[in-house]
């Protein structure tokens, strides 16, 4: 009895490891670490890619940066252009097995929209969101605003997932404790080691849309079995363990690097044409110095852009010098009054311009991510343009990212542990419009980390929004800039494009898209 007991525990244990052998894992590295599972406290792009492989999302781009239907089945519009009706597609569940229900939706958006730029804008022309029945849910704007299904189908963080309505009404300054998503994967928190690995599985009750996939949008379909986010914090030990075949796919590859992944047959990169970073160095408007305008307009004259991009993208094949605070090669395109910032560097007008506001060599307390692949080398190219300024009395806090996006949420003065600077990133897709770009905004205490604030720049936001044609909206882009010039709610410091690596003789069905990458449509060969 005892020797059949042992046989039989050893063959289930041989299948257990069979079946587990035989199971289709795709791994990938990405560009941070997965820290925070709560899509909506952050803008980070990591917190993005977390989010959309567990959530789901009303509508979505296609690869021709199309708005899509996804949870969403059919909506209608009122004549008045103000009343938009929604009913959700059959099949959604979440990963608890329950249904996801109108309730779920309104509640999901109601919390989206008091932390996502866009998301606010949106919810400041909304006169009620109401759930009509288990399916059907009814957006009522105050105005016109025709931009409603666009934000919905945004791709840039913070996207609006839909979360059960139970972590949905988490106060949205707080994270949620629970990760239940109704997307096509499911976040596995027993092997979820911060640091190390991120691990998702196929939800095998998720219900793809018919239509291919493109972009974003389309049939999610999953075709493996495990996603593992494998983080390794040196750029080269990840592209070793990629040109070895240890990793599937890289997500953001040095440019150091790209010429020897180039001459690899087995390795494909690839970049959507709309792709592209922009680099943001974040001044905060609350306090000494960049509270008053003179000292962050005298930044204009120390950051040299094209120092930003030689140390990020050192291929020119990859680099756009662009003085556009909304991204370069997009509709809205315009330097208009960006004469400071792209004209020769003037140290002695800078000096000029803080000492005129007051700033008498007290500490610059600037946040320094150590662990991310473009904001570590950014910060050094900041602290040494600073320094050959004459600022030496620089307080530089090292940090992982992590701590910095803690760190920045705090209005606090720099010595009780707030900040003057720190430097982060956006996507140009995301920059390109005046309402999703979340770094432009100056709502005050709406407004995004640094808390810039100008009614003036707001007004014209709004006047863009409401634009009846593109023409009109080219021209509102113009006074737009002018007056982001005139404010600095932030300053650009580069525009480049990275392309995403993978083992071709590995993997099949990537998706070409300009922002977070979508790891359904992916097959393991």
């Not at 919810?123 to 409603?148: C, H, I, Q, R």
Request: hydrophobic residues 40%; neutral net charge.
């Amino acid at each position: 009895m005892r020797l059949a007991v042992a046989l039989l525990t050893a063959t289930a244990a041989f299948g257990s490891l069979q079946a587990l052998a035989q199971e289709k894992v795709l791994r990938a590295v990405m560009h941070a670490d997965v820290r925070t599972l709560d899509p909506f406290w952050t803008t980070q792009t990591i917190a993005g890619i977390h989010g959309l492989m567990i959530y789901d999302t009303l509508f979505s781009s296609d690869a021709d940066l199309q708005p899509q239907p996804q949870m969403v089945d059919t909506w209608t519009v009122s004549d008045d252009r103000k009343t938009y009706t929604f009913k959700l597609r059959d099949g959604l569940k979440f990963h608890d097995g329950t249904s996801v229900t109108a309730k779920d939706v309104v509640a999901s958006m109601n919390r989206w929209g008091k932390r996502d730029g866009a998301g606010k804008q949106l919810m400041n022309y909304t006169a009620s969101l109401t759930a009509k029945d288990d399916k059907t849910f009814e957006w009522v704007l105050s105005e016109p605003y025709g931009l409603l299904i666009d934000t919905l189908a945004k791709t840039g963080t913070s996207i609006p997932f839909v979360m059960r309505e139970a972590e949905a009404m988490v106060d949205p300054f707080e994270q949620i404790k629970e990760v239940v998503g109704s997307g096509p994967f499911m976040f596995k928190r027993d092997e979820w080691v911060p640091g190390n690995k991120t691990v998702y599985v196929k939800f095998k009750d998720y219900v793809p849309r018919k239509e291919p996939a493109s972009g974003h949008a389309g049939g999610k379909v999953v075709k493996v079995d495990r996603v593992e986010f494998i983080w390794m914090s040196d750029p080269q030990t990840a592209q070793s363990a990629l040109m070895a075949g240890e990793i599937d796919y890289l997500e953001n590859p040095k440019p150091d690097f790209l010429s020897l992944l180039e001459a690899n047959p087995d390795i494909k990169l690839e970049v959507h044409p709309a792709a592209g970073t922009m680099g943001i160095l974040q001044l905060n408007h609350l306090h000494p110095p960049f509270n008053n305008v003179k000292a962050r307009q005298a930044m204009y004259y120390l950051i040299n852009n094209a120092d930003y991009l030689n140390t990020i993208a050192a291929d020119p094949k990859l680099q756009t010098l662009c003085y556009s605070y909304f991204g370069c090669g997009v509709a809205m395109e315009t330097t208009a009054g960006s004469e400071p910032y792209s004209g020769p560097k003037d140290y002695k007008k800078a000096e000029q311009l803080f000492k005129e506001a007051g700033y008498n060599g007290e500490p610059i307390t600037i946040l320094h991510a150590t662990d991310h692949a473009y904001i570590n080398p950014a910060n050094l190219v900041m602290i040494q343009q600073l320094r050959k300024a004459g600022f030496l009395n620089l307080d530089v806090q090292a940090m992982d990212w992590g701590s910095v996006v803690a760190r920045r949420a705090k209005k606090e003065v720099p010595s009780a542990g707030g900040w003057n600077i720190f430097i982060t990133g956006t996507t140009v897709l995301t920059s390109s419009n005046p309402i999703t770009h979340t770094s432009i905004g100056m709502g005050c205490d709406k407004a995004w980390f640094g808390w810039p604030c100008d009614s003036v720049f707001e007004d014209l936001r709004k006047e863009w929004a409401f634009a009846p044609d593109l023409e009109t909206r080219k021209r509102l882009a113009v006074e737009l800039s002018k007056r982001a010039y005139d404010q600095v709610p932030y300053i650009s410091f580069a525009q480049w494009r990275n392309p995403v690596a993978y083992r071709s003789d590995l993997i099949s069905g990537v998706l070409s898209v300009p922002s977070v990458p979508p790891m359904w449509n992916i097959e393991k060969k």
